[in-house]
Every structure is written in structure tokens, then in C-alpha cells.
């Protein structure tokens, strides 16, 4: 049993996390296959795949367009399968976001017309070294306004992977804890 991961990535996090559930699947004894949507060969077989993660980070409102477009047009094979679609951002890492997280996401499921079988949001990190001037303000004054976080400290990831890993565990086993969220 193959269980297809499928992600794209800005600064590494979405990555990281994509191979983190992939060691988690292969804990709980299936195969996997990550795909990496801006590295994408022409077709991909998802014949032997039983259940699929797709999973994107927001930036600047919106999931990334390679990411997009392999969801939109792989709907109808997507439906056939069971499916979870993670959202990775720093929406999601405070409780004033997730409002606006879940809204990014379903606006990503609008566009692409995908009804995924569970949805979850992720919290990201602010990795400064791939921000210029503009995006480290707008991510202190705008994204983290009124938080005591300086993207001039480094690294600083918000992902939680205890929750993750319940939140995989729980879809691979069927439970369906990932909608709750």
C-alpha cells in the first residue's frame, strides 16, 4: 500500500514536512512517493496509491501555482483516492490567524474545484535568510505584528510535529481527525 505525498515548497519548511509524513507512513507500514510539484515529471502513476497528502505552504495569500495546478488538474484521479490537503503557514501557528489560514485554504480548494476527503492547517517558520528588507517588515509588522518575535533571531519554527504526527496517523488510520481542526 503506497501512500502519494505531494508537495511544493518556498523556503524548505513545506519539504521538510512533506518527508517527515513520509517517514511517519512508512512507520505505520506503507510505501511512499513524494513528488515535489516544481520537480515534476510529465506524468505521474498513482495506480498502486491507496491514500495521497498534498500539502503547500501560503505565501503572500496563496498556495504556489505548480501546486495548484497538479491539484486542478488531477482532480478527478485525486477524488478516487483518499486525501489530505495541509496548508503550511504562520497563519496557522496563532490562534488570530486560523481564521484567515482556513481561508486561504479553501480558497485553494475553490480555484483548483477539489473536495479532499480531510483538511488540516500546519504552522510554518520564519527562516529570515531567504527574506529581503520588504519581506522581513512585512513579516514583523504585518505577519507577526504585536508578537515578540524578531525574524532578525534566526530560524524559529512553529511546527508542531507531535500534532502532525497525530493528525497523519489518524488519516492513515482513518479516524479523521485532520477535519476537526
Known amino acids: 500500500m503506497t501512500v502519494l505525498i505531494v508537495f511544493a515548497t518556498v523556503e524548505g519548511q513545506t519539504e521538510k514536512i512533506a518527508r517527515f509524513i513520509s517517514g511517519v507512513a512508512k512507520n505505520a507500514g506503507f510505501n511512499t512517493k513524494l513528488i515535489n510539484t516544481d520537480e515534476m515529471p510529465g506524468h505521474v502513476s498513482i495506480d498502486d496509491v491507496v491514500k495521497v497528502v498534498l500539502l503547500a505552504p501560503v505565501h503572500e495569500r496563496r498556495h504556489p501555482e505548480s501546486f495548484e495546478a497538479f491539484v486542478a488538474s488531477n482532480r478527478d484521479t ?9 496548508s503550511i503557514g504562520l497563519k496557522a501557528a496563532f490562534a488570530s490567524g486560523r481564521e484567515e489560514a482556513r481561508d486561504y485554504l479553501n480558497e485553494m480548494l475553490m480555484r483548483t474545484g477539489f473536495e479532499p476527503s480531510a483538511t488540516a492547517l500546519v504552522a510554518g517558520a520564519v527562516k529570515p535568510e531567504n527574506y529581503g528588507y520588504f519581506e522581513r517588515e512585512i513579516l ?26 497525530s493528525i497523519v496517523i489518524d488519516f492513515l488510520g482513518g479516524t479523521g481527525r485532520a477535519n476537526r481542526l
Do not use: A, C, M, N
Open 78 to 86: 485525486l477524488r478516487k483516492r483518499k486525501s489530505l490537503v495541509l
Open 140 to 165: 514583523k509588522h504585518v505577519v507577526l505584528l504585536g508578537r515578540k518575535i524578531d525574524p532578525q533571531d534566526g530560524v524559529r519554527e512553529f511546527t508542531d510535529w507531535d500534532e502532525l504526527t
